[in-house]
């Protein structure tokens, strides 16, 4: 699929959905894009049953860059019944949850390439599928909210679009919601708490696994990964949610991360959840994150 137009690519869903509760209709496995050398990249797509020109989210899977698929939200939340993918559905959104190269694969920004090519494909099929290609919400938990953030923040760097899939199509998004992301890579290091789950300085760890490299040795490469280091006025509206007590993604992340963006004059809503680890854990109520993250997306893409 590298390079082609929209028109060159024919239908876009090319198998009948299957059928979830309340009509919701789920194609899984679309190839949005192909690289040569690598496995097809994927996405699930979640539709409502009926609607046109809907508002869509682009849901990126975390795992520190190396691990986990477009399946899963988090492990501690992959078991709510109804999904989370099945709720923003019911609620009218259409959901595009992504696979992207991991660190085992390739070096960022192959990350960031892969889910810029998610949101072409999904603005070239707009029409074909009945989505809105303007109201594109980027969401994602970790390192897929790091992805996230970053579509938020450099559509306009035409050296970070990559030839990945359907090229020659805007990738910005209408919006971002960010969980718990890593976003200041240099800083990171000496926030980490050094009880904390992992090391994050040494080649072998999420962040250097991600650039290549040590990242107090390669502070350029930990930069240019970094989505603090994008930080405009024109990007669009972010919703970030960190746990208070986030043992491997400190909450000053996001808290300085919010803080530039306000600078910034971007408009940006940030909560801390009291009481929660990484990945929502220890949180005292999962519903209500998932259903405000909800609200916001529904508030900015209301038409």
């Given at each position: 699929?590298?390079?082609?137009?929209?028109?060159?690519?024919?239908?876009?869903?090319?198998?009948?959905?299957?059928?979830?509760?309340?009509?919701?209709?789920?194609?899984?496995?679309?190839?949005?894009?192909?690289?040569?050398?690598?496995?097809?990249?994927?996405?699930?797509?979640?539709?409502?049953?009926?609607?046109?020109?809907?508002?869509?989210?682009?849901?990126?899977?975390?795992?520190?860059?190396?691990?986990?698929?477009?399946?899963?939200v988090a492990p501690p939340l992959d078991g709510l019944e109804p999904s989370m993918f099945e709720r923003l559905a019911q609620a009218g959104l259409a959901v595009a949850s992504v696979d992207?190269?991991?660190?085992?694969?390739?070096?960022?920004?192959?990350?960031?390439?892969?889910?810029?090519?998610?949101?072409?494909?999904?603005?070239?099929?707009?029409?074909?599928?009945?989505?809105?290609?303007?109201?594109?919400?980027?969401?994602?938990?970790?390192?897929?909210?790091?992805?996230?953030?970053?579509?938020?923040?450099?559509?306009?760097?035409?050296?970070?679009?990559?030839?990945?899939?359907?090229?020659?199509?805007?990738?910005?998004?209408?919006?971002?919601?960010?969980?718990?992301?890593?976003?200041?890579?240099?800083?990171?290091v000496e926030q980490a708490d050094p009880n904390g789950p992992m090391e994050h300085d040494s080649a072998a760890s999420p962040e250097g696994s991600l650039i290549g490299g040590v990242v107090?040795?390669?502070?350029?490469?930990?930069?240019?990964?970094?989505?603090?280091?994008?930080?405009?006025?024109?990007?669009?509206?972010?919703?970030?949610?960190?746990?208070?007590?986030?043992?491997?993604?400190?909450?000053?992340?996001?808290?300085?991360?919010?803080?530039?963006?306000?600078?910034?004059?971007?408009?940006?809503?940030?909560?801390?959840?009291?009481?929660?680890?990484?990945?929502?854990?220890?949180?005292?109520?999962?519903?209500?994150?998932?259903?405000?993250?909800?609200?916001?997306?529904?508030?900015?893409?209301?038409?």
């Open positions: 699929m590298s390079n082609q137009s929209a028109t060159e690519l024919g239908g876009p869903l090319p198998a009948e959905p299957r059928i979830l509760s309340e009509g919701i209709r789920l194609w899984q496995g679309i190839e949005y894009a192909s690289i040569r050398g690598f496995r097809p990249l994927l996405l699930d797509l979640y539709l409502p049953p009926q609607g046109d020109r809907l508002a869509s989210v682009l849901f990126i899977h975390g795992g520190g860059w190396g691990l986990g698929t477009r399946a899963s992207y190269r991991l660190t085992g694969e390739a070096r960022f920004p192959a990350q960031l390439h892969d889910v810029k090519a998610a949101v072409r494909w999904l603005r070239a099929h707009a029409a074909a599928i009945g989505l809105d290609p303007e109201r594109i919400v980027a969401w994602g938990g970790s390192a897929g909210g790091h992805l996230a953030a970053l579509l938020g923040l450099t559509a306009e760097r035409e050296y970070l679009e990559g030839e990945a899939g359907i090229t020659g199509v805007s990738s910005a998004v209408w919006a971002v919601v960010d969980w718990y992301a890593p976003v200041d890579l240099v800083a990171l107090s040795q390669n502070p350029e490469l930990a930069s240019a990964a970094s989505p603090i280091t994008y930080v405009h006025g024109g990007a669009p509206p972010f919703q970030i949610k960190h746990g208070s007590e986030d043992r491997a993604v400190p909450p000053i992340q996001s808290e300085t991360f919010a803080a530039a963006l306000r600078d910034a004059g971007v408009s940006v809503e940030l909560e801390l959840v009291d009481g929660s680890d990484h990945m929502w854990i220890g949180a005292p109520d999962v519903e209500a994150i998932i259903q405000s993250s909800l609200d916001f997306v529904l508030a900015v893409t209301a038409r």
